[in-house]
């Protein structure tokens, strides 16, 4: 049986966990709170560091002003932001934003069908989700929809910042028993090599 085809994740640590990267055709959500590094993992999965794992991709920004590049999204239709959705390595950051706009009954028909074809072709498109914004019950949706789940956690610990990194759902494939500690640096995230059982 041939192995599937996975792109790097562009996160220096990560690759290995995700036995490879992200499996091509795979929606991810990436969740956890705004100073997380959650927009730092989009956009280091958009545009990894080695330039063989570079391709075309798009990075639509809802939340904020875009950086060389990336789209702005924050007056798009879902439909418009559906046709941008083009190359390997898509990015919507937010779906949080998303949600708030168009409410979430849209939003996860969004994900049901315009992110599905998408995937189809082999594309992989990550969403950045914000933590403390929606219902229980949606998230629960929204974790079902996804292929990839992934939070991104944060604590102070006395005069430290305790930043991990959990593998909550993985579609086909074992979900990794650990939660790994990670580092926020000038490049971006960076997993730690030590690890917590869960």
């Given at each position: 049986m041939a192995e599937k085809q996975r792109r790097t994740t562009g996160v220096t640590g990560l690759d290995?966990?995700?036995?490879?990267?992200?499996?091509?055709?795979?929606?991810?959500?990436?969740?956890?709170?705004?100073?997380?590094?959650?927009?730092?993992?989009?956009?280091?999965?958009?545009?990894?560091?080695?330039?063989?794992?570079?391709?075309?991709?798009?990075?639509?920004?809802?939340?904020?002003?875009?950086?060389?590049?990336?789209?702005?999204?924050?007056?798009?239709?879902?439909?418009e932001i559906a046709e941008n959705m083009k190359?390997?390595?898509?990015?919507?950051d937010s779906l949080s934003r998303i949600m708030l706009k168009h409410g979430n009954d849209k939003s996860l028909d969004f994900m049901r069908k315009e992110v599905k074809v998408v995937l189809n072709k082999g594309a992989n498109v990550m969403l950045t989700l914000y933590k403390d914004l929606h219902k229980t019950e949606d998230l629960i949706l929204l974790m079902r929809s996804a292929d990839i789940f992934i939070e991104l956690d944060e604590k102070i610990q006395g005069n430290e910042i305790e930043r991990t990194f959990w593998i909550r759902k993985i579609k086909g494939q074992k979900v990794p028993q650990r939660v790994i500690p990670f580092l926020i640096t000038e490049k971006g995230l960076e997993l730690s090599t030590t690890s917590r059982v869960v």
């Amino acid at each position: 049986m041939a192995e599937k085809q996975r792109r790097t994740t562009g996160v220096t640590g990560l690759d290995f966990p995700l036995e490879g990267g992200f499996p091509f055709g795979t929606s991810i959500i990436v969740y956890g709170h705004p100073l997380s590094g959650v927009d730092l993992m989009a956009k280091q999965f958009w545009k990894p560091e080695t330039i063989e794992e570079q391709e075309e991709g798009v990075y639509m920004v809802l939340d904020e002003d875009p950086a060389e590049e990336m789209i702005d999204a924050k007056e798009l239709s879902l439909k418009e932001i559906a046709e941008n959705m083009k190359g390997g390595r898509i990015i919507i950051d937010s779906l949080s934003r998303i949600m708030l706009k168009h409410g979430n009954d849209k939003s996860l028909d969004f994900m049901r069908k315009e992110v599905k074809v998408v995937l189809n072709k082999g594309a992989n498109v990550m969403l950045t989700l914000y933590k403390d914004l929606h219902k229980t019950e949606d998230l629960i949706l929204l974790m079902r929809s996804a292929d990839i789940f992934i939070e991104l956690d944060e604590k102070i610990q006395g005069n430290e910042i305790e930043r991990t990194f959990w593998i909550r759902k993985i579609k086909g494939q074992k979900v990794p028993q650990r939660v790994i500690p990670f580092l926020i640096t000038e490049k971006g995230l960076e997993l730690s090599t030590t690890s917590r059982v869960v």
